[in-house]
């Protein structure tokens, strides 16, 4: 699993339970596809009498949900393609409960995580088919730089380096106002908890939008019995920024 790419690995057992811990940083920020390098390595490498496979997210090192399914219907379904048996055996626990106690770890310590994470992001500004012209741009890359802190909590800093535009968004002309800004765009601290046990909150304080102090906050509910989120996003600035950047 470390060398796929995953974090903060940890193996153990707890009775006839294979237990890993684990953060993806690296496959799109997908846990899907996490989750099925898990399980299936889980399902075909781990002691022949393991019944069942949990597989506990992290993010920040914060546990947020613990997935867990029948090994044998696992190893069934990567054979012949047929998944009824393991959505049957699925169960998903949100902010699963510590039971390292209870667990014996091949290793104590997990795997390390990484210190700092580099992401490259392709940003487009864009009209279309206008009176003035047929196709007019503003391309820019954001950097974006992620150093984790502690458990939670993270400093989040994003750069933006315009590559080039059309004139038509030139200093003066018609769509001057939607060309990037190069620059610092955002440097903030962000910090992720629970609230209860079926509200994940974030929160980030910082500079925004090209140096617009405030902050931002969001909530997410799970709502009970169903696959459905609700979520809440608020904010604050010192000023208005600019709802183009």
């Known amino acids: 699993l470390i060398a796929a790419g995953l974090e903060r690995v940890r193996v153990g057992r707890r009775g006839s339970d294979l237990v890993v811990e684990y953060e993806n940083q690296r496959y799109a920020r997908n846990e899907v596809d996490a989750l099925a390098l898990v399980f299936g390595l889980a399902a075909e490498l781990g002691p022949d009498d393991v019944a069942r496979v949990h597989a506990l997210t992290l993010k920040n090192g914060m546990r947020l949900y613990d997935s867990s399914l029948d090994r044998a219907a696992y190893r069934h379904f990567l054979r012949d393609g047929s998944a009824t048996e393991v959505r049957d055996s699925l169960e998903w626990q949100i902010q699963p409960s510590d039971l390292s106690g209870q667990t014996h770890w091949v290793d104590a310590c997990a795997s390390p995580a990484s210190k700092l994470r580099v992401e490259l992001h ?3 500004n864009y009209t279309l ?3 003035i012209g047929a196709f007019d741009y503003s391309l820019a890359a954001d950097v974006q730089a992620t150093a984790p802190l502690w458990r939670g909590g993270s400093l989040v800093a994003t750069y933006t380096a315009p590559l080039g535009h059309s004139t038509n968004m030139d200093d003066g002309a018609a769509f001057a106002i939607y060309r990037h800004r190069g620059g610092l765009k955002t440097a903030a601290l962000q910090q992720s908890w629970w609230l209860g046990n079926r509200i994940l909150a974030q929160g980030a304080v910082g ?12 909530a997410a509910m799970i709502v009970p019995g169903r696959d459905d989120v609700i979520r809440l996003r608020g904010a604050t600035y010192e000023r208005s920024p600019d709802p183009l950047f």
């Not at 500079?207 to 969001?218: C, I, K």
């Open 207 to 218: 500079s925004f939008y090209h140096g617009v102090a405030g902050a931002q906050a969001e």
């Open 129 to 131: 088919g206008t009176e």
């Open 122 to 124: 392709p940003n487009l």
